[in-house]
Nanobody, 120 residues
Framework: EVQLVESGGGLVQAGGSLRLSCATS????????IGWFRQAPGKEREGVAC????????YYADSVKGRFTVSSDNAKNTVYLQMNSLKPEDTAVYYC?????????????WGKGTVVTFSS
């Protein structure tokens, strides 16, 4: 059974950092693309980053480029999203998703999300 479990969300302040984790099971991580998405209240879901270990360059949305870094530890079956220089507009529920075909908006398997909230 394919499972993805996000963790690492929490309260942050402007300029702060968080590292989100996506623990995967039920498949070979290096066969799949893993995407990070977020959805803020009242907004559409946004693709933030995506990695496929066989590819050279991960994908980043313009809104996070230079601030977020996605990485994969195949030995731990875990994908990370390092988020630096956080801004209030980064507040959202963050999801990871997996798909054998590659990165995209409609990936096959999804986690339940972890919440990132700004503290003023």
């Amino acid at each position: 059974e394919v499972q993805l479990v996000e963790s690492g969300g929490g309260l942050v302040q402007a300029g702060g950092s968080l590292r989100l984790s996506c623990a995967t099971s039920g498949f070979r991580l290096d066969d799949y693309a893993i995407g990070w998405f977020r959805q803020a209240p009242g907004k559409e879901r946004e693709g933030v980053a995506c990695i496929r270990t066989r590819d050279v360059n991960p994908y980043y949305a313009d809104s996070v480029k230079g601030r977020f870094t996605v990485s994969s530890d195949n030995a731990k079956n875990t994908v990370y999203l390092q988020m630096n220089s956080l801004k209030p507009e980064d507040t959202a529920v963050y999801y990871c998703a997996a798909d054998l075909s590659g990165c995209g908006d409609e990936m096959t398997y999804w986690g339940k999300g972890t919440v990132v909230t700004f503290s003023s």
